[in-house]
């Protein structure tokens, strides 16, 4: 019946345009002033209204959350093995081993599709730990930072999908040493290529500014290598029109989720969201009964006009380059059976009907 109807295109993500009219009042100012980059007044003033939206200090804008983990991790050292999750998008295991950093993969929560913590005595020291808020749902923050405090390791949290993300009523992005942000065009909030850092200390702040200015310190003095990870002011204007209209985003894509989860509910399996976080909406993931259903059904949907992404797949473990050995066998399991469907500030709730019931239909035809 469904493959009758007009067939609707569904991309898997479509990136929120900024008003242009809003975003040229922006460009003018920087015009008027010809200041484009280098800590220029709009960079300032995202700087500030993320800090005051999101109830946090020390927030260093960069140019993108790639660069954000690899400065993070900069700024910490960890010369030990780090503790990470084979559950993300590969930028978080490939930044550590592009700084040289030595991986130890632990497994996930099946529920959670967090890092569990290994709960036996560690063979070998732990220089840090590099956990993800996947799709934004938070860690069990307390229980790291206690592993984090007995150890006297540093916690960096990958928080690249946790723009409205919270854990007790506020962000998310309060926990950890440090907490990286990406603000590419296809996540929840972004200023088309662009990334941040909240440090807990404004030591590390003074610390990671320093390097990623050329390594010049406030006066001009230079102490340490550095490089060049600035936001310019267009990137930074496009994040301050995007800013405004975040809220409302925001509340529209908890809208979808929770719709797609009312027709999909007995269908399929979802992540279990932290009891004391909300749910920020940044993702539709849906867990197939089977790898081979996932594979069938991602190709079905497309037949069908949906776009759909495996992500996360494969598992970081079992990439060579990232000393591939190990088994994580749940990380492995859920990497195989995950599919996220299109969710987008684009989208209406008629769309997202449409796009349940093409699932429901692929999966009948799947299953019969
Ligand atoms: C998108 C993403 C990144 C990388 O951010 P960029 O801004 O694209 O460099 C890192 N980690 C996770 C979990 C991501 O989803």
Redesign the pocket.
Known sequence: MSTMAPKAMYGVNKPLLPDLERYGKYLAQAHERAWLTNFGPLQQELTDRLEARLGVENLLLVA??????HLAYRVFGMDDPVLTTPF??V??ASTLAWEGKALRFGDIDPRSFNLSLPNNDLDEPIGGVVA?HVYGNPCDVEAIEHFGKERRIPIIY?A??CMGSTYDGESVLRWGDAATL???A??VFHTV???AIVFRRKEDLAKAKQLMNFGLDGSGRMTDPGTNMKMSEYHAAAGLVLLEDFDEVLSHRRELKALYQDILRDWVEFQVWHERGEDNAAYMPILASTSRECVALETALSERGIGTRRYFFPSLNRLPFLGAGVSCPVSEDISSRILCLPLYADLQPADVRIIAEEVKGALTDLRR
């Not at 993108?64 to 983990?69: H, I, P, Q, Y």
């Open positions: 993108n959350g790639s660069l954000a983990l993300s998008f930028a978080t993800v990958d690249a999908h990406s603000f590419h296809t996540k290529e662009g990334g």
